[in-house]
């Protein structure tokens, strides 16, 4: 399963962008997956942003962003966004989009608990 994160660039303070992710390559039934969005900055750690059940729609977010991320899915093009507003320069990283397989109806927000991963989208916010 390939994952193909977009929508990273480079931004002012403030503005909005928009990331999505799709899967791609060996069919698989979506139902069954947690999408979740990591980041990386420089010299950090890589943490969790966001996720979403692709079957229950439960959202989970970092507790910091709640209020100006918003992470939904569209299932009939089997995409997941990550909606970022007022964006801020300690917002700068690079963007993972992550499967995870679940028998729940909840997410998990640990990287490790990932199956697949993309390649990220760097995303830049200048002050």
């Known amino acids: 399963v390939q994952l193909q994160a977009s929508g990273g660039g480079l931004v002012q303070a403030g503005d909005s962008l928009r990331l999505s992710c799709v899967p791609s390559?060996?069919?698989?039934?979506?139902?069954?997956?947690?999408m979740g969005w990591f980041r990386q900055a420089p010299g950090k750690e890589r943490e969790f942003v966001a996720a979403?059940?692709?079957?229950?729609?439960?959202?989970n977010y970092l507790d910091s962003l709640k209020g100006r991320f918003t992470i939904s899915r569209d299932n009939t093009e089997k995409t997941v966004y990550l909606q970022m507003n007022n964006l801020k320069p300690e917002d700068t990283a690079v963007y993972y989009c992550?499967?995870?397989?679940?028998?729940?109806?909840?997410?998990?927000?640990?990287?490790?608990?990932?199956?697949?991963w993309g390649k990220g989208t760097l995303v830049t916010v200048s002050s």
């Open positions: 992550a499967l995870d397989l679940v028998y729940n109806d909840y997410v998990s927000t640990e990287a490790r608990a990932m199956d697949y």
């Open positions: 390559g060996r069919t698989i039934d979506i139902s069954l997956y947690a």
């Open positions: 979403i059940n692709w079957k229950s729609g439960y959202t």
